[in-house]
């Protein structure tokens, strides 16, 4: 089904059965590759280009030049900066780089009964920073044993990908399309599907920028896959700008620089030279660096603007506020102010993705891994209108279940991203920011009511019966309602949707396929408990069956394709 609301489409699966119900709530060393181009050779970078076959739609690929900026991280001068009376070469090498990367995620979503349990409340995420740090591990070498489960956020491997999702109508702010079938991975289970999508933005129309780009140039930062790649993904955003509104840009290490301030984006070349001139030496006081960039966008508010800082950075903050909870405080307090944050995550080695992903959860913004020049055209250029432009922010989602359908759920993903049920009606609690054009997913598995694996209470009124019209509300499986908040707004508006017997269907859509494949291939990398049948092997059949698919769904198959031969 298709629907038209005023308000967010939601992207809805459910999945998974497991053998007994786990608890509900919120709660690496790399090998070298070679690679043969006409099979195995790595194309997120952009590197290479490729095409499906028309007999299996197996990618083919053939090697062009590189201008990725991907490369091992290697050991680099560290040029002497002056900190409040010390040298960083006696504080600090942050140019010697050593494999630290570090992740964190909470234990992962079990099934919840649904008479005990019946809401699933959580904020909305459009981030996509996992699935391309991922390929960059699996570009590199990795084999699944070498990838560590906590860098996999099953929602930011769905959300990477576009979805045929249902355009919003003209007065309308989002589309929402749902669908339920059976679920891939445990046949006696169902998957039901909804997608959330905004409108496009018309940039004639678009709000006034006031951007502050916040680059760490560091001594960790000194590897041709951090500051090289960013100078460059920096100027193709630069170039695509449009000319109306300012652009300030921020350098932190052992110290902060205000590098450019107020520069009217007309001045391109002015801003590229500033981009281009950057190096990296000293260590890494973000703290200073994010103070002066928030005054900076405070300095040049534009009312109704787009006021945004822009960080970009491997996250290795070693001066000043460096914990976790220092870093969402700071931030935090500062979203308040108007002032969203876009987080741009580079490199690798001793990347620091706990750190980054709990910025921009905190700071009203999105979260982005650029592992090459490609990916950073798609982030910033591509897809520039959803990555700078907030259409609704504070968004949350809820979705009450029917116990005449639905014994169980297990929502796939956004583990870090549960609240409390009561937090959904409190506007003072934060949800997700949706930028235009963006499309929101979420999957959840489904244990049938009547299912031969579904657990019954003894005492408690389950209103499962065999015959489904003397129960109320029999032909409903969930209700999924939204609250959202316009950009300048401090009270939300709510809207609500029914998922009906009339989107069960037997034969799936491509976009439930290809979504539920990406689950899968998600908890495969995380070994998760109720990953059921998931294969590589099944991700790659069922891939054979999609009708048509673009270069990023074709990549994926590579990447599963990549992973299989090394299993």
């Not at 690929?61 to 409040?84: F, I, P």
């Not at 942050?94 to 079990?110: C, L, R």
């Not at 920073?129 to 070498?146: K, L, V």
């Not at 250029?381 to 116990?403: G, H, I, R, W």
Request: aromatic share 10%; net charge negative; with cysteine.
């Amino acid at each position: 089904m298709k629907k038209n609301v005023k308000g967010l489409s939601l992207l809805i699966g459910s999945s998974l059965l497991m053998s007994s119900l786990t608890g509900c709530g919120s709660g690496h060393s790399a090998t070298s590759a070679t690679y043969d181009t006409q099979a195995e050779a790595p194309t997120s970078s952009a590197n290479y280009a490729y095409e499906a076959t028309e007999s299996a739609q197996e990618p083919m690929y053939s090697a062009e030049a590189s201008d990725s900026g991907r490369g091992k991280y290697s050991a680099g001068t560290n040029n002497m900066t002056t900190v409040s009376g010390y040298s960083t070469e006696d504080y600090c090498d942050d140019s010697v780089i050593e494999n630290n990367e570090s992740y964190t995620k909470p234990e992962e979503n079990g099934f919840c009964l649904v008479l005990n349990q019946p809401l699933s409340t959580f904020a909305a995420d459009v981030d996509t920073a996992s699935y391309s740090n991922i390929r960059r591990m699996i570009e590199d070498g990795y084999s699944i044993g070498n990838i560590d489960p906590d860098a996999v956020r099953a929602e930011e491997f769905i959300n990477y990908f576009k979805y045929d999702l249902y355009e919003p109508e003209k007065g309308d702010l989002f589309g929402i399309t749902t669908e339920v079938s059976t679920c891939p991975w445990n046949t006696d289970n169902q998957l039901m599907f909804v997608g959330m999508k905004t409108g496009e933005i018309d940039f004639e129309e678009a709000p006034v920028n006031n951007l502050v780009f916040l680059i760490d140039v560091s001594g960790s930062m000194n590897s041709k896959n951090k500051l090289p790649l960013l100078q460059k993904t920096f100027d193709e955003l630069v170039d695509n700008l449009p000319d109306e509104g300012t652009i300030s840009i921020v350098t932190y290490s052992g110290e902060e620089k205000v590098v450019l301030e107020g520069e009217s984006m007309r001045n391109k070349k002015a801003i590229k030279k500033a981009i281009d001139k950057l190096h990296a030496s000293g260590c890494t006081n973000g703290q200073a660096g994010m103070q002066r960039a928030y005054e900076i966008a405070q300095r040049y508010y534009v009312e109704g603007g787009n006021n945004r800082v822009i960080m970009a950075t491997d996250g290795d903050l070693n001066v000043g506020i460096s914990s976790l909870d220092d870093l969402e405080a700071f931030i935090s307090d500062k979203k308040d102010e108007g002032v969203f944050l876009s987080i741009l995550g580079f490199g690798e080695g001793n990347y620091k993705d706990d750190k980054m992903e709990t910025l921009a959860d905190c700071g009203n913004g999105n979260y982005s891994y650029i592992d090459s020049l490609a990916e950073g055209k798609k982030v910033l250029v591509d897809e520039m209108s959803s990555t700078l432009y907030t259409v609704a922010k504070d968004v949350k989602l809820q979705v009450e279940f029917n116990p005449a359908n639905v014994n169980a759920y297990r929502l796939i993903g956004y583990e870090n991203r549960l609240m409390d049920d009561q937090d959904f009606n409190d506007d003072t609690k934060d949800g997700g920011e949706i930028g235009a054009g963006h499309s929101v997913v979420a999957l959840y598995e489904i244990i049938p009511a009547r299912s031969p694996k579904a657990i019954e209470l003894k005492y408690q009124d389950n209103k499962v019966s065999d015959s489904k019209e003397k129960v109320p509300y029999s032909h409903e499986f969930a209700t999924v309602s939204v609250r959202y908040k316009d950009p300048d707004a401090d009270k939300s508006e709510l809207f609500s949707i029914v998922v009906g017997d009339e989107v069960v269907t037997e034969n799936p859509s491509d976009d439930f396929k290809f979504a539920s494949s990406v689950a899968e291939f998600a908890m495969i990398l995380e070994d998760n408990e109720n990953k059921g049948t998931a294969s590589l092997e099944d991700i790659m059949k069922t891939y054979k069956q999609l009708e048509d698919t673009d270069e990023y769904q074709d990549e994926f198959y590579y990447l599963v394709r990549t992973l299989s031969k090394r299993s």
